[in-house]
């Protein structure tokens, strides 16, 4: 069965500070994402990474940035958090765009 | 940017009826993804597909990629059917390996 685990679980953070959410697969899947969810709605794209040590731009990656130290390491990481970014944040991996696989989300509250 | 249009938006079904979830495409998309999203916010992959039909129990989904659209078929709908359902497109308009999810189809089932 294809794993993917996000650390937190749930994070409650102060504005303008930082945080960093962490995402690992044991997939060994090239692809992984950043997407996040606000209450009611879809799953946008943030950023993703097709390869370690290279990331790219998805639909809303203002005031994100990503990094990918190795295959099976990705994180998200808001340098200066804002309450527009309390959300519901997914981590997945695949390969290609072939069959997605999602960790079970970090809940991000900015106060 | 192009959208990925699901209707209903919302839709209850008594136990034992079927009905079907649509996802309209407003661009070439390479293939089409089914989640459902349980209670507790988890994200279940149901069906991939680039062409054609799949079944997998009282789930069928078919993609037409020509006319732009997919659906997803449930039969016999049972309570743990209940969920939002999402269909993402793979290769959007050309986008790459990049999912584009559509805003989701709230199912309810009732006794």
């Known amino acids: 069965e294809a794993a993917v685990t996000q650390s937190p679980r749930s994070k409650v953070a102060v504005t303008g500070g930082k945080v960093t959410l962490s995402c690992h697969q044991t997939n060994n899947h090239d692809y992984m994402y950043w997407y996040r969810q606000d209450t009611g709605h879809g799953l946008r794209l943030i950023h993703y990474?097709?390869?370690?040590?290279?990331?790219e731009k998805g639909d809303i990656p203002d005031g994100y940035k990503a990094s990918r130290p190795s295959q099976e390491n990705f994180s998200l990481i808001l340098e200066l958090a804002s309450l527009s970014q309390t959300a519901v944040y997914f981590c997945?991996?695949?390969?290609?765009?072939?069959?997605?696989?999602f960790g079970s989300g970090t809940r991000l509250t900015v106060l | 940017g192009d959208q990925v249009e699901q209707s209903p938006s919302a839709l209850s079904l008594h136990e034992g009826t079927s009905s079907a979830l649509r996802c309209n495409f407003t661009?070439?998309?390479?293939?089409v993804q089914w989640f459902r999203q349980n209670s507790r916010g988890s994200l279940i992959n149901l069906f991939y597909?680039?062409?054609g039909t799949k079944e997998n129990g009282r789930l069928k989904s078919a993609f037409d990629s020509k006319e732009l659209y997919s659906t997803l078929h449930i039969r016999d709908a049972q309570l743990e059917d209940s969920g939002t359902y999402f269909c993402a497109a793979g290769d959007y308009g050309g986008s790459g390996n990049k999912l584009i999810f559509g805003t989701g189809t709230l199912l309810s089932v009732k006794p």
């Open positions: 990474s097709y390869v370690a040590d290279s990331t």
């Open positions: 661009t070439t998309t390479r293939s």
């Open positions: 597909l680039a062409s």
């Open positions: 997945a991996s695949g390969q290609g765009a072939e069959t997605l696989y």
